[in-house]
């Protein structure tokens, strides 16, 4: 996912998730209710109801199929539809509402007691981790291969319903892919998580944020949390007058930071962690990120790479989330001497520099990338490829001055929220011979491919890689051709 200049954070409370996704005519159950949470999850949080609040209601219910957003589908006895989170599907639990009333479209609901288990289910490895708790993890009751198949059910649902596609035709086998080490024994748990961004209550202790929530739950240790990040000992302080504290362990170097977030009117503590760490802190008059002392930036590789990455921009949370992808990318497009390429939503240029690095002296790469800070490293980045130009601002704002009519390749890696009707209409008119869709929202990619078939292109092969392990997150690489004349 590239999410133009923002940071990964733990809870999906903080992860922008914008649902995406068209309300179709339901024929089936699931297909109803998935429909109902696509088209209302964007417009029910903060509205007010008319009905009779049914918070703290329980009901005790039969799951049926995982939905999009780390939770399943489930009805009350009256027939309202209940998006359960903390459970698995086919078991029998009590599900405490956690948000709706009765004249909701649906209701939101934790598994509080299980009643019959799924043979999938597993203690939770963390102890925060839970109905109430933090809202960082979606799937730490489930054995890790479970995880990957309820990703992999999701995604092929949201292929069929929005796009018409089955795996097959996605010519996609069904899995998804583990990270190298991650594939782990039930009731363990990768530490994975390069970036995390700490809730910190009004006593200056560390916690993470509920889920759907601003509520904190206060911690010891993130267990998902890459060693790097955990090795700072950020848990073990108190941080007063700040209201986030986000760490950051790069990958492809030793460097560490973290960024500071204070409360209206706070002052920066001295921070005197267990390793040497560069700090930044967040202007609470403009947001803007600013260098308190150390580097201004982190250090990653990827691909035989070095690459800069700025004031907390964005980079793959996964450590190997950069390399798996360029590789599944690369391996779609085949890049050859001599062609031309589009890098779209580029961030700091690592696709970019990976196909300027195949394309030969007389080939060329165009990035386009809307963070100013991001367009600044790509620059810096790429600055030894000289057949590589970055451009700032929106896609489809800078995409038609170009003028370009044309291209060999094209790579997209848009936020959450896909690239839309009008971006993709264009990109299909220039005729690439493939076209790279990385994608981690699989409701976005699902109306996207719709898209790109209305604009004349199919897709070749679709991957999808559990690069956020106990998280209902997954990340997917879909590569298309051109549909052949006739065909």
């Given at each position: ?145 479970a995880q990957r198949r309820l990703k992999g059910e999701v995604i092929a649902e949201q292929l069929q319903r929005l ?129 308190v002392h150390g580097r201004g930036f982190v250090r990653e590789r990827a691909d035989d790479r070095t690459y800069r ?160 392990p106990m998280t209902h997150h997954v990340e997917c690489v879909a590569i298309l051709e051109p549909i052949a004349k006739?065909?």
């Amino acid at each position: 996912m590239q999410n133009e200049s923002t940071s990964p954070q733990t809870g999906e409370s903080q992860a922008e998730e914008t649902r995406t996704g068209e309300t179709q005519a339901e024929e089936t159950q699931a297909e109803e209710t998935q429909a109902e949470e696509t088209q209302a999850e964007a417009t029910q949080a903060g509205e007010s109801q008319a009905g009779e609040s049914l918070v703290g209601q329980e009901y005790e219910v039969e799951v049926g199929p995982v939905a999009h957003g780390g939770h399943c589908i489930a009805r009350t006895s009256e027939g309202q539809v209940l998006f359960v989170r903390h459970t698995l599907p086919g078991e029998k639990v009590v599900a405490k509402v956690t948000d709706g009333a009765t004249d909701s479209r649906f209701l939101r609901a934790d598994a509080v007691r299980i009643i019959e288990a799924s043979k999938d289910r597993v203690k939770a490895p963390c102890p925060f981790a839970g109905p109430g708790k933090c809202g960082g993890c979606d799937w730490q009751h489930a054995k890790p291969g479970a995880q990957r198949r309820l990703k992999g059910e999701v995604i092929a649902e949201q292929l069929q319903r929005l796009a018409s596609l089955t795996p097959e035709e996605a010519g996609w086998d069904g899995t998804v892919v583990p990270a190298e080490g991650d594939k782990l024994p039930p009731g363990e748990v990768p530490a994975w998580r390069t970036r995390v961004q700490y809730a910190i209550d009004e006593d200056g202790r560390v916690g993470l944020r509920k889920h759907r929530s601003h509520d904190i739950e206060i911690i010891d240790q993130c267990m998902i949390a890459a060693p790097g990040v955990t090795e700072l000992g950020i848990e073990k302080q108190d941080w007063p007058q700040m209201a986030t504290v986000e760490a950051i362990a790069a990958t492809g170097s030793n460097d560490r930071q973290v960024i500071l977030t204070p409360r209206e009117g706070g002052r920066l503590p001295l921070v005197e962690l267990d390793k040497p760490v560069s700090v930044l802190r967040v202007d609470e008059r403009d947001g803007g990120v600013h260098r308190v002392h150390g580097r201004g930036f982190v250090r990653e590789r990827a691909d035989d790479r070095t690459y800069r990455v700025g004031s907390g921009g964005f980079w793959q949370v996964h450590p190997q989330a950069a390399d798996t992808l360029v590789r599944a990318v690369m391996q779609g497009l085949l890049p050859r001497k001599n062609d031309t390429a589009l890098d779209l939503y580029c961030g700091v240029g690592l696709f970019a520099g990976a196909i300027g690095q195949r394309i030969g002296e007389k080939g060329a790469v165009l990035g386009i990338e809307s963070g100013k800070r991001a367009v600044e490293d790509a620059r810096h980045n790429l600055k030894d490829l000289e057949r590589v130009r970055i451009e700032h601002g929106k896609v489809d704002q800078i995409l038609p001055r170009t003028g370009i009519t044309e291209c060999d390749l094209i790579v997209l890696d848009p936020p959450r929220a896909g690239a839309g009707k009008q971006v993709v209409k264009r990109l299909s008119a220039l005729g690439a011979r493939r076209i790279a869709y990385v994608a981690c929202d699989p409701a976005a990619l699902a109306r996207d491919l719709a898209y790109f078939r209305e604009g004349g292109y199919k897709v070749r092969t679709l991957r999808a890689f559990d690069l956020f392990p106990m998280t209902h997150h997954v990340e997917c690489v879909a590569i298309l051709e051109p549909i052949a004349k006739g065909a």
